[in-house]
């Protein structure tokens, strides 16, 4: 059973550019949420995606925005970088139920953006 | 206001002995709380979890308690293992969310 996949895994680009991040769930699974992880910060929640909508959201500007397809794969977008952006960005994807057991809330390796 | 905390950054502990990882939390809305182990830039693996009904629940080498009139956690893994060197990392949701509030972790050396 293939896990989940991010891509790609590194990234670095320039102040003030946007970057696309992606995410591919485990197959059967809905929901899809993004977290970054500084570390002054730990890992933080950024949003939720399921059924192609975002379901929650937390603490973040604007400038980060993501959305979800049909095939429950998501994108998370970052829009005019800026140097505390720098930061492992992982999803995590869900079963339909939200099982908390080992099924579910599984997370891919992330992808490491550095802006500079 | 950080919801879930671990207010140790670090433990080290001899192989075979017991590591007793704690976490405490402040929302009495959350109905599971899970454990995850992570590797620098690698996403954080799951452990164990328990629900907000149980008090305590049990896998292998992995016990986790939970004291709700306390709002606290712990993790015990026994006996640790070198292997068992990471950082571990708390979490709660409230129910049928996919959202996740982590503790900040904590580093777990196991020595040999």
């Known amino acids: 059973k293939a896990g989940v996949t991010q891509t790609p895994r590194y990234l670095i680009k320039t102040r003030g550019q946007q970057v696309t991040l992606s995410c591919s769930p485990i197959s059967g699974h809905r929901s899809v949420s993004w977290y970054q992880q500084t570390p002054g910060q730990g890992l933080q929640f950024l949003f939720e995606?399921?059924?192609?909508?975002?379901?929650n959201k937390g603490n973040f500007p604007g400038r980060f925005s993501g959305r979800q397809f049909s095939n429950s794969r998501s994108e998370m977008n970052v829009s005019t970088l800026e140097l505390g952006d720098s930061a492992l960005y992982l999803c995590?994807?869900?079963?339909?139920?939200?099982?908390?057991?080992?099924?579910?809330?599984?997370f891919g390796s992330g992808t490491r953006l550095t802006v500079v | 206001d950080q919801q879930v905390k671990q207010n140790s950054p670090s433990l080290s502990v001899q192989e075979g002995r017991i590591s007793i990882l704690n976490c405490d939390y402040t929302n009495s809305m959350f109905d599971y709380f899970l454990w995850y182990k992570k590797y620098p830039a690698e996403g954080p693996t799951f452990l164990i979890s328990i629900s907000s009904i149980k008090d305590k629940n049990e896998d292998g080498r992995f016990t986790v308690f939970l004291n709700k009139s306390a709002k606290h956690l712990s993790l015990h893994i026994v006996p640790s293992q070198p292997g068992d060197s990471a950082v571990y990392f708390c979490a709660a949701r409230t129910s049928n969310t996919g959202k996740l509030i982590f503790g900040q972790g904590t580093t777990l050396q196991v020595k040999p």
């Open positions: 995606y399921f059924s192609e909508t975002q379901r």
């Open positions: 995590a994807s869900s079963l339909p139920d939200w099982t908390a057991g080992p099924s579910g809330y599984t």
